[in-house]
């Protein structure tokens, strides 16, 4: 406990002697979700303020001056890379801003710019969401992901690194005793990692008494109820999904009565737009997410196209009126499509695999019209292999044709993400 107490008031006093910029946005993280609905009008502020700014400040924006925000372009990652230079605003000197790296998951990573007020942001986002699980600074957590936010982070708040570029049972192993001798309290990372984990030490005979796990925290990909049941049935405790990137922050958060995602209002504007057209989507339907971030002053970032999928969800019942997302589906091409050209949404696949042992992870990978690969990390009892063979070729119908390769690992995205669906054939 006293190493706990010691980090937390090390991490609060060094942020202290630097204007104490993390615990500002703290503190306006709660005002806005204490109080929802004076929380509309300060969002509708903080657009109008950023608009400006954009406008002002920026080549790219400079145009749009006056205009609302549908009028505004809808802008992707290469919008940003073609016009790298205008999207900087005049207003800040290159050498006093931070840089971070965009994931790189599904093309070429570039560097992006942002205020230390944006990255105190972020942080802060971080801290207050991880909250809603349990957590406070300086209680020990493993952080899940091939490198960290910040090194320095994740000492001060007690981290413990665990890098899952090559997922083996030599790793599991290595990791599964950490969670025991390092008495890790939280879990922070990648379902495609952590899942593989909860996997191994199920069949390890492992149950939740064996840790002392108090929360688990996803991010990064979508997590499924098939994952987030094992998660919950091995380690115990409450189990969270995060929606966020490298360059907006923490978007949208679990919540932790209903777990349903409650949008970051504080901090951004998200649209649902229609698959096909930069106009909403319809009621219930699904559509990509657009946003549009408050804090990206540095590089302002204006209906910036993720290229996730999500649709609205209902008022939750735990009484935070702030609207909800469902059915966050991921990048736009973890979709599949059958030999007719009909979607195929990716959790068929994670379903079809539940009551199915000994598989650490699987890839699906759409190749053709009707060609389909199917990568297999299994463990050496794994003995289901016509059962998978039999459920897949069902979802993809008769007339696809998979191919199955069983694999020693599979390797991850440059961003150390392992989507299990990938489409290599047909963009949306």
Not at 95 to 114: A, I
Not at 329 to 347: Q, S
Request: glycine share 8%.
């Amino acid at each position: 406990m006293f190493p706990e107490l010691l980090r937390r008031a090390v991490f609060w006093g060094y942020d202290f002697s630097k204007g104490s910029l993390i615990a500002g946005h703290i503190s306006d993280l709660k005002r806005v979700f204490a109080n929802p609905q004076d929380s509309q009008q300060l969002a509708k502020q903080r657009l109008d303020n950023i608009l400006n700014h954009a406008c002002e400040t920026t080549r790219f924006y400079k145009q749009f001056k006056g205009a609302s925000l549908k009028d505004f372009p809808v802008i992707q990652k290469q919008t940003v890379k073609e016009n790298y230079e205008d999207f900087f605003s005049s207003k800040y000197d290159r050498k006093n801003l931070v840089s971070t790296t965009t994931s790189g998951s599904y093309g070429t990573p570039f560097k992006f710019y942002q205020t230390k007020d944006k990255r105190a942001r972020h942080t802060a986002e971080v801290i207050f969401f991880n909250g809603w699980a349990g957590y406070r600074v300086g209680m020990r957590y493993a952080q899940v992901r091939v490198y960290p936010r910040s090194k320095w982070l994740l000492f001060m708040q007690n981290g413990a690194l665990m890098n899952p570029s090559t997922i083996d049972e030599r790793w599991l192993e290595q990791q599964r005793q950490s969670l025991k001798s390092q008495k890790i309290r939280f879990i922070i990372g990648y379902p495609s990692a952590v899942g593989p984990l909860a996997e191994y030490c199920r069949m390890k005979g492992d149950r939740p008494d064996d840790f002392l796990i108090e929360g688990i925290i996803t991010g990064a990909e979508s997590l499924t109820s098939v994952a987030k049941e094992k998660l919950e049935e091995v380690f115990g405790g409450m189990v969270l999904d995060r929606y966020s990137s490298n360059e907006f922050g923490v978007m949208s958060h679990e919540c932790a009565k209903c777990k349903t995602h409650h949008i970051n209002i504080g901090s951004h504007k998200l649209e649902l737009l229609a698959i096909d057209r930069d106009e909403p989507a319809e009621a219930g339907a699904v559509g990509r997410i657009v946003v549009t971030d408050y804090f990206s002053h540095a590089m302002p970032l204006i209906r910036y196209d993720t290229g996730d999928l999500a649709r609205l969800g209902p008022e939750c019942k735990c009484g935070l009126s702030i609207p909800t997302l469902k059915n966050i589906e991921g990048r736009t091409i973890e979709v599949l499509y059958d030999p007719d050209g009909r979607m195929v949404n990716a959790i068929v696949f994670d379903r079809e695999t539940k009551d199915l042992e000994g598989i650490l992870r699987f890839q699906m990978i759409q190749k053709s019209r009707d060609g389909y690969v199917c990568r297999l990390h299994v463990m050496p009892s794994f003995q289901q292999g016509d059962l998978i063979r039999e459920r897949f070729q069902q979802a993809l119908g008769p007339d696809a044709k998979i191919t199955y390769e069983y694999v020693d690992s599979i390797p991850p995205l440059p961003s150390g993400k392992r989507p299990y669906v990938i489409n290599e054939y047909k963009k949306l």
